[in-house]
């Protein structure tokens, strides 16, 4: 009896104490995960690459997706970094300086718009060469389509987030330039009520504004292209047609031209209307 209940105590015990290792190990699993939750949400998440190929993909979204779709990290607490050039402060002090000097050169007659081109009329301009790239070419070959295709997306997604982009820092530098200006004056006409219109009516329309310009120059060139195709088109109908008729008199008076051996100035004058009318189809191409 003594030896049973020996065993037993002896059982308990190991039992208390794997229990007891069990529960210390889990705890120190949860605290090295917490550990890691927290390092993780302490990692700053950059909002762009040093690697061309990176931005021109996005690539360097995954990471932000990829953090938020990791459950045991507070995603609220994830710090994001910006370039340095995007930040709203530089931005601000970048407007502030240009509009400064644009009203001391021309007073009541100074322009905002010109402020705004002197901080961010270079960068903007550039974006122009994704838009110019958008059209897509006919080549012959399945692979040079294949890279037309795949470049033009590129250059399509570019713009669209570029655009974006000078956008948020336009709307950030005015956002701050009203702030900063409303902090100074002693009294508002309107009140804060014009304030609040200007910051949430005003700027949201400069910002879709420098989204959507591009699209609206390159749709005048598109107009343009558009009438000058139909114009080529219509040439080449002509070409065609007259080429056409030609051979139907040829085949019509064969003999004849055999008799006389007129086939050599009758090939000459096929083959100048035809090498016109590849330099049309080559130019609506």
Avoid at 18 to 36: D, F, P, Q
Avoid at 56 to 62: R, T, Y
Avoid at 135 to 156: D, G, M, Q
Avoid at 242 to 257: D, G, N, Q, Y
Wanted: with cysteine; hydrophobic share 45%.
């Amino acid at each position: 009896m003594t030896d049973k209940h020996n065993e037993t105590v002896v059982l308990k015990v190991d039992s208390n104490a794997t229990l007891g290792g069990i529960s210390k190990s889990s705890s120190t699993s949860s605290k090295t995960a917490a550990a890691r939750a927290a390092a993780r949400e302490a990692t700053p998440i950059q909002l762009w690459s040093n690697n061309f190929l990176s931005n021109w993909v996005f690539a360097w979204v995954f990471p932000l997706v990829a953090r938020a779709y990791d459950r045991s990290v507070n995603f609220a607490k994830v710090t994001m970094v910006l370039r340095p050039s995007e930040t709203a402060r530089i931005n601000t002090d970048l407007l502030q300086k240009a509009w400064a000097a644009e009203y001391a050169a021309k007073k009541q007659s100074a322009s905002f718009v010109a402020a705004l081109r002197a901080v961010f009329g270079t960068e903007y301009a550039a974006i122009a060469g994704y838009k110019i790239s958008h059209p897509v070419p006919r080549p012959p070959a399945r692979l040079a389509l294949f890279l037309s295709c795949f470049f033009s997306s590129i250059a399509i997604h570019q713009q669209y987030g570029e655009c974006n982009r000078v956008g948020v820092k336009v709307k950030a530098a005015i956002t701050g330039l009203v702030y900063r200006k409303s902090l100074r004056v002693s009294r508002l006409k309107g009140g804060a009520g014009e304030v609040i219109n200007i910051l949430s009516t005003d700027v949201t329309r400069i910002n879709d504004a420098v989204v959507n310009l591009h699209f609206l120059w390159a749709a005048f060139v598109e107009i343009y292209l558009g009438k000058r195709i139909n114009e080529l088109n219509r040439e080449q109908t002509a070409r065609t047609t007259e080429r056409v008729h030609l051979m139907s008199e040829i085949l019509t008076a064969i003999k004849l031209i055999k008799f006389y051996a007129w086939e050599a100035p009758f090939t000459q004058k096929i083959d100048d209307i035809r090498r016109k009318e590849m330099a049309l189809i080559v130019r609506v191409s």
